[in-house]
Every structure is written in C-alpha cells, then in structure tokens.
C-alpha cells in the first residue's frame, strides 16, 4: 500500500530484556528520581550500559549527554512498545495453587492485564469465587472467549492436560498462550507461546548452588 510505514523490527532479545528495563523503572521512579543514567540502568538491569542503549535506540530514545533519559518518558516509550498502555483481557486456565495465586496478583492490572476469567475442568471448583469471577467449566470455554474476548490464555493446570487446554484455547481463537504447566506443549503456526518453568529454573540454581559448594570445599 503506497504511503504505509513498515514497522521497525526489535530483536528478540532485546524485546527480552524490555520488561526488565522497565521494572528498574518503576523502582527508579518510585524514588522520585526523574531522570537515569544509560550506566544506572544497566546496573539495576544487569547488563552493559552499551546494551541499554542499543536497545533503547530502538525505541527511538537516545537521552540526553550529561543527563541520561527521563524516567517517566522512558517508562511511556517502553510501556507502549510493550503493548502495555492498553487493556489486554486474560483467561486463566486452571484454579489450583498456582490458578489462585495467579488470578490473586494485583501487579497484572498494574501493568495492564485484567484476568477477566477462571476455568477449570473440575466440576467441583466450579463456581467457586475468587474475588470477583467465579470459575467456570473448560467446556464453557468457546462462549466466555466469544462473549469476553480474552487476548491471552495462561495455563497453570497439571502438565498432563496442558496440551489438551493449549488445543481448547487455539480452537477458541486466543492466540496468545503463557503455560506454566511443566510440559511441553505444541502450538501451531500464528500462534505465540511462552513457558515458564519453575522446575527448570530450580535446576538451574541447584547447578550455581553445587558449583558454590564444591568451590567452598576445595
């Protein structure tokens, strides 16, 4: 189409390190500091300054010499880029624990996300309230997403259903999926998954933790 503007592309990697840029942000700005040097940011971020400031490039904000960026403006270009300046409805599939925890936590609202249903396979949770939303039953799940239109499904269910829920999920036409489930789960083409792991991450620090040990008692 003549005249449209191709968006700029942002590297994985840095659109990884985005949120972490952001949260030392708010710290920042919870301090009353109004302005962040490259150098201050990428200490709070743990990364190099040179970093910080090839990735913000991307977002077009290069600071000012001798002052650094201004934090609040920071904070807008990042938010924005994020997708965080608007609302995005979540699903949350799966009311144990980790479900409740989940649909608990205030700081989604704070950064956007508004969790705007509960579902569970287990006829026994149904209608259980948590806060506001009661929990409704995962064969419901294709009229809540017609009538609520969530933007992001997040499975926090037992990794032997994950796979099952991720297929619900696509076939309700959410193709934004967060599965905490410690499985691997299949999605199709157009559609993004994110994991998280906490199994793994355990596992990882168990590696750094024996590695402290044995270099103790060497």
């Known amino acids: 189409m003549a005249g449209s ?15 972490v840029y952001l949260r030392a942000l708010f710290e ?21 300054a040179a970093k910080v400031r090839k990735d913000l490039s991307y977002l077009g904000s290069y600071g000012t ?13 990042i938010s924005r880029e ?9 699903l949350i599939v799966g009311v144990g624990n980790l479900g409740h925890a989940l649909a608990n936590y205030r700081g989604f609202l704070v950064r ?16 259980e309230r948590i806060g506001e939303l009661a929990v ?15 933007a992001i499904g997040i ?3 037992p990794a032997a259903a994950a796979q099952e829920v991720a297929d619900r999920l696509v076939a309700a036409g959410i193709t934004s999926i967060l599965n905490f489930a410690p499985a691997v789960v299949a ?17 990882i620090l168990s590696f750094y933790q024996q590695r402290q040990a044995e270099s103790a008692s060497a």
């Open 187 to 203: 999605v199709p083409e157009g559609v993004t998954l994110r994991k998280v792991d906490l199994s793994i991450e355990l596992q």
């Open 5 to 19: 503007i191709t968006p700029r592309r942002i590297p994985e990697a840095t659109v990884a390190r985005l949120p």
């Open 112 to 127: 956007g996300f508004r969790v705007v249903a509960l579902v569970d396979a287990d006829p026994a949770k149904v209608g």
């Open 155 to 157: 499975i926090a269910t």
């Open 82 to 90: 994020l997708g965080l300046t608007q609302d995005w409805p979540v």
């Open 28 to 48: 920042v700005r919870d301090q009353q500091q109004a302005t962040i040097s490259s150098e201050r940011l990428a200490e709070l971020a743990g990364v190099n």
């Open 136 to 150: 409704q039953h995962l064969d419901d799940l294709p009229a809540i997403a017609a009538e609520r239109h969530p």
């Open 65 to 77: 010499r001798g002052v650094g960026y201004d934090v609040e403006y920071l904070v807008f270009q």
